[in-house]
């Protein structure tokens, strides 16, 4: 899934999207925007006690380091040592080790079906930043090369699977702890791990399966659901394909979704807080076509029932089974550096931009031929599936990817904390299915879950980023001022920012709070909101 990082200081711009075939990472806005040295309760400067060549005879049964190589101060980015190696069967591996270190180590995860390149700019952008700020920096590609494997076909080899799946990021931060404590004089304080889309689920999975692997996650957008989203991606295309809505009325749709929907919170601010709290309803707040007759400003009986497919969700033997996306995507993004804007963040996820076929569609198609069943069947036709009668049939996939286990216990217990997000109008992964989670938790372990796990739902925002809402926050500051200091986040400052200016700044408030216009003063500045329950 697409993102585009710009920096990890101040930008990181993000979404998902198809590429040539391959899969580029997602990420959260804006890692570090608000970084403070202070931030760390044991700022430290450790040195190496061994020369980085050293770390080539690590190599053995668990890994083989095949490069170990000093790389010399550029820029603000400090003298290092690179380390690049593979754990069997080709789980691909960088370490960067920086010769002054903070005593942290920094992990950051993939997007869609991962396999990135290691050095790809995106990524090697994401370790120089961190590296900057001292941490040591650690990063896989999950197992395979999306280059020679794109999309969901490395799965026909099943170890390949699993490392994608759940093993990549827990056997590559056991690596990196090894060659911290080879490489330092100095012990390891703390490690995080900051992730989005993939990368979120990666987060949830790690603190779900390996509690001891990190201290702090960053979980962002997770597709925590892997399975349950592929079969709405099913029902949303089916649904497309019977009757398509056309590019050119998704701003007719928007514009009747936003008028009813952004009053709702009693601020008309062009967000949709809370899309739960807005009855909108196709069949009522849409116009339609005069005698069900086609065209450009109406929709038809057909659209209508494909819009509440949509809205409407999957059913399995008439019981709710997946939820319906909530409104609030399909407004058009602004303009940005990367070129105009869309006509909708619809596009390309639910419907096709002018070059290709929906997103959904190539990663459903791809699933459920390669991943669904536990075995490839590249001739299957992934429309033809049925929730009522083949459900079942995806629990291997369901075990192994799906981050949906409740249980955090073990994580709660060591003292590990979970700072989470998710943008209301996130057109890749329906956010719903992150309230349904944190409930889940909550529900299990009770109201001590706000003691380690927090969740920030940003109204407006798109995949990862992007959208109408803030798209600069720095989410992973507050996550190491919670485990280093003790200092929970009772809100966090996300910025709007156009053209280099911050046009807004607001409140991103933990869940079920959110943030509520206190009556005066404008409504781009954070100080005139407050936190509250809804």
Not at 74 to 85: A, D, I, K
Not at 125 to 134: D, E, F, H, P, S
Not at 174 to 199: D, M, P, V, W
């Amino acid at each position: 899934m697409k993102a585009t990082w710009r920096r990890l200081a101040g930008v990181v711009a993000a979404g998902a999207l198809a590429v040539c075939g391959r899969l580029v990472f997602a990420q959260s806005t804006s890692p570090f925007k608000d970084w403070k040295p202070a931030v760390l309760a044991d700022a430290l400067q450790e040195k190496p006690r061994v020369a980085c060549p050293t770390l080539l005879s690590l190599s053995g049964f668990e890994l083989s380091v095949s490069t170990a190589t000093l790389v010399p101060a550029s820029g603000n980015v400090p003298e290092h040592c690179q380390v690049l190696g593979q754990i069997p069967p080709e789980i691909g591996f960088e370490v960067r080790l920086p010769s002054l270190w903070n005593g942290h180590l920094f992990m950051f995860g993939n997007g869609g079906y991962a396999g990135e390149a290691l050095e790809a700019p995106g990524r090697a952008a994401i370790a120089r930043n961190a590296l900057t700020l001292g941490f040591a920096v650690a990063q896989t590609n999950t197992g395979h090369d999306s280059t020679v494997e794109p999309l969901g076909t490395f799965a026909a080899t099943p170890q390949k699977f699993l490392d994608y799946a759940y093993r990549s990021v827990h056997v590559t931060v056991l690596s990196a702890k090894k060659i911290l404590q080879t490489y330092y004089e100095g012990t390891l304080r703390h490690s995080y791990f900051n992730g989005c889309s993939t990368g979120g689920r990666q987060g949830l999975i790690s603190a779900q399966r390996f509690p001891e692997d990190f201290d702090g996650i960053v979980v962002g957008a997770p597709v925590l659901s892997f399975s349950g989203t592929m079969v709405s991606y099913v029902n949303t295309q089916r649904a497309l394909g019977a009757a398509p809505i056309p590019p050119e009325k998704l701003k007719i749709l928007a514009d009747a979704v936003y008028a009813k929907c952004d009053v709702s919170d009693g601020v008309t601010d062009g967000l949709i807080d809370d899309p739960r709290r807005c009855a909108f309803k196709p069949s009522t707040d849409l116009p339609r076509c005069a005698a069900d007759a086609d065209g450009p400003g109406c929709f038809t009986t057909g659209q209508i029932n494909t819009l509440d497919a949509i809205y409407g969700g999957v059913k399995r033997n008439g019981a709710a089974y997946f939820p319906g996306w909530p409104v609030g995507a399909e407004i058009a993004p602004p303009a940005s550096g990367r070129g105009a804007a869309t006509a909708s963040g619809w596009v390309p996820w639910f419907v096709a931009g002018p070059n290709g076929r929906p997103v959904q569609a190539t990663f459903g198609e791809t699933f459920f031929r390669h991943m669904a069943f536990g075995r490839p069947n590249p001739s299957f036709d992934w429309l033809t599936f049925n929730p009522d009668a083949d459900l079942e049939k995806l629990q291997w996939a369901r075990r192994v990817l799906d981050a949906t286990d409740p249980d955090l216990t073990r994580f709660k217990t060591r003292g590990g904390k979970i700072v989470s997000y998710f943008g209301w109008a996130d057109p890749a992964l329906n956010p719903l299915m992150a309230i349904e989670y944190y409930d889940s938790v909550t529900q299990k372990l009770g109201p001590s879950t706000t003691d380690f796990y927090r969740m920030f739902m940003i109204p407006g925002m798109f995949h990862c980023g992007g959208g109408v809402g803030v798209n600069a926050l720095d989410m992973f500051t507050p996550l190491v001022e919670w485990v280093e200091r003790g200092t929970a986040p009772q809100s966090i400052i996300g910025s709007r920012v156009v053209d280099g200016t911050t046009v807004r700044t607001r409140p991103l408030c933990p869940y079920p709070e959110v943030a509520k216009y206190k009556g005066a003063g404008s409504i781009d500045e954070a100080a005139n909101f407050t936190c509250s329950k809804p």
